[in-house]
């Protein structure tokens, strides 16, 4: 189900909606639910692909087979929303920036979509309100963990899927994954933090650095390695619930379904 989450935004005076895609369970509901956050595109210079709704239907029936409902919301300039796609780019917009001067505001321009949806669905009756997961692949798993930050008794837990927000061979990523990281330490929940061998984007010692900053800044959480099939990319691992199926389970056992 494709549904528009108002926002408090306007472009030409006219308010701005943010395209969601909702993959629901059998049963009349309130249901426990994953709010999970897209990505980028890759460099960020192409953008032809912006405009391409982003879901996993394999993590949605991973999901729904437990009972639990799962949102896509595609942030402004994405998928079918409306706005401008506008988190951290260089001035000309010819790709994604590392430096913190465009990075870091485009994550807060993105944290900002988040809390529109998360707003959106703490009114909706279907949502039940006691077992919320917030979760993300690449972006959206930083995202994830600072919403949660942000809101530390509104979550039962995070799952983030080989989080960043700058791809780690940019000449400033330490200025700013680190940073990012160590603002989700404020969410005392349990955290899970999945990456994978041969990932192009985040390696797993880049990740760990990200992971070790958030720990000695107060957080909690598991950090998982997983060992990538052979010729797999191993950022691009969402559709592969064999691979990380079992720590999920582990998850959900620890919020309590």
Same mark, same amino acid.
């Given at each position: 189900?494709? /549904?528009?989450v108002p926002? *408090?935004?306007f472009?030409? &005076?006219?308010?701005i909606? +943010?395209?969601?895609?909702t993959f629901? %369970? ?6 426990p639910t994953?709010?999970f956050?897209?990505?980028?595109t ?5 953008p032809s ?9 394999a ?5 729904n ?7 896509f919301p595609?942030?402004r300039g994405?998928?079918?929303?409306g ?5 951290g780019f260089e ?14 505001p485009?994550?807060?321009h ?8 998360v707003?959106?669905l703490l009114?909706r009756?279907?949502?039940?309100r /006691?077992?919320?997961?917030? *979760?993300?692949?690449?972006r &959206?798993?930083?995202?994830? +963990?600072?919403f949660a930050?942000?809101h %530390?008794?509104l979550f039962r837990?995070?799952?983030?899927f080989v989080?960043g ?10 200025m ?5 990281a160590r603002?989700g330490?404020?969410?005392q929940?349990?955290s899970?933090w999945?990456y ?9 010692a ?7 900053a958030?720990?000695?800044?107060g ?12 010729g ?14 079992p720590?999920?389970?582990d ?7």
């Amino acid at each position: 189900m494709t /549904e528009r989450v108002p926002t *408090g935004a306007f472009d030409n &005076g006219e308010q701005i909606t +943010l395209e969601m895609v909702t993959f629901k %369970p059998d049963g009349p509901g309130p249901f426990p639910t994953l709010m999970f956050n897209h990505g980028s595109t890759g460099v960020g210079n192409d953008p032809s692909v912006f405009t391409s709704t982003v879901t996993s239907p394999a993590l949605a029936k991973h999901f729904n087979d437990r009972g639990w409902m799962v949102v896509f919301p595609q942030r402004r300039g994405r998928g079918k929303s409306g706005g401008l796609y506008d988190e951290g780019f260089e001035p000309d917009r010819s790709q994604y920036s590392d430096d913190p001067q465009y990075a870091l505001p485009g994550f807060e321009h993105a944290l900002v979509d988040v809390g529109w949806v998360v707003e959106h669905l703490l009114a909706r009756d279907d949502v039940d309100r /006691e077992h919320l997961l917030i *979760g993300g692949h690449s972006r &959206g798993g930083f995202l994830a +963990l600072a919403f949660a930050a942000s809101h %530390p008794n509104l979550f039962r837990g995070v799952l983030n899927f080989v989080g960043g927000w700058v791809d780690e061979h940019g000449p400033a990523s330490e200025m700013v994954n680190p940073v990012i990281a160590r603002r989700g330490a404020n969410f005392q929940g349990p955290s899970v933090w999945l990456y994978a061998q041969n990932d192009p984007f985040y390696s797993v010692a880049h990740s760990r650095k990200n992971f070790n900053a958030f720990i000695v800044a107060g957080g909690k959480g598991l950090f998982h390695v997983l060992d990538t099939p052979p010729g797999q990319d191993g950022h691009h691992i969402l559709s592969l619930t064999g691979l990380w199926g079992p720590v999920v389970e582990d998850l959900l056992e620890r919020v309590g379904k």
